[in-house]
């Protein structure tokens, strides 16, 4: 087991060190970085909704840059040794293809947890300096604790993200197919709440929609992992308690997927072949 465990972060921080030397994490950083300038410099146009939008922009700028570290850097880090085929060089040295799945994870999650924590922090401190500046448009129940929270949140759903992409890239045949997929994996995840909760309105009714169209939703609703339930951005926008229970909950819903993700990702990789 320990040299199982030395292999895994030795490919983890192998996949980390090439993250972070990829031109891509440069731009995401430089974007990210303007997004949360823009949100000290125009907070003046949003004088009383000052509070709620500085939290959500500095929120959905982390939120966002994570994504973009996913698809664009995270899957050039997985799918490049398949495209390039880089990956005979490590498979065939005694690294287990679990061990190589398990590895190239946790240097990506090492990376966005890094990420995560830098933006994060920058976030932070555009929402302060709006605080200091426009105090009495805080609501009183602002709370720290709850963006932080929120920020917390926003890393297990990207680890879930990158547990997807680790899942296509363990057996699609191409880095645009698993850009693709994971892209439309994410977007189902974030609205299908959103149309289960319309299909169920009262209203929704007189739409007269078929009952297999419901089933379906409903079906694909419970297939796939839902991304806004990890999302707090609102309770911290609007000064809300974060529930803990859901917060624990939230987090073991996502380990659970992530846990299925990587067992089903090294399945489909110890049966590819490569030709």
């Not at 192998?14 to 731009?27: D, I, K, N, P, S």
Request: net charge positive; glycine share 6%.
């Amino acid at each position: 087991m320990t040299v199982f465990l030395r292999k895994v972060a030795n490919l983890a921080r192998v996949t980390f060190l090439e993250g972070v030397r990829t031109r891509a994490l440069m731009g995401v950083f430089i974007f990210s970085g303007l997004m949360l300038f823009a949100n000290i410099s125009f907070g003046n146009f949003f004088m009383r909704d000052i509070g709620k939008v500085a939290v959500d922009v500095g929120l959905a700028t982390v939120s966002f840059a994570g994504v973009l570290l996913v698809v664009f850097v995270g899957i050039q880090l997985l799918a490049r040794d398949l495209d390039k085929k880089t990956v005979f060089v490590v498979i065939s040295r005694p690294v287990s293809r679990s061990q190589y799945i398990l590895g190239k994870y946790l240097g990506l999650l090492l990376l966005l947890a890094a990420s995560v924590a830098v933006l994060g922090a920058v976030a932070l401190g555009s929402v302060l300096v709006a605080k200091l500046q426009w105090p009495q448009y805080f609501p009183p129940s602002f709370s720290w604790v709850s963006v932080v929270l929120a920020l917390f949140s926003i890393f297990i759903a990207l680890a879930l993200l990158a547990a997807v992409t680790v899942f296509f890239a363990s057996f699609t045949t191409s880095s645009f197919l698993t850009l693709v997929l994971t892209c439309v994996v994410y977007l189902l995840g974030r609205s299908l709440e959103n149309l289960k909760t319309i299909l169920e309105l009262e209203g929704a009714k007189e739409l007269k929609l078929s009952p297999a169209f419901e089933k379906l939703v409903s079906f694909i609703y419970y297939l796939f992992p839902n991304f806004s339930a990890l999302d707090l951005s609102t309770f911290a926008a609007h000064g809300m308690a974060v529930d803990l229970s859901y917060l624990a909950f939230a987090v073991a819903y996502a380990l659970m997927y992530i846990t299925l993700l990587l067992a089903a990702a090294t399945l489909a990789f110890e049966r590819r072949e490569f030709l």
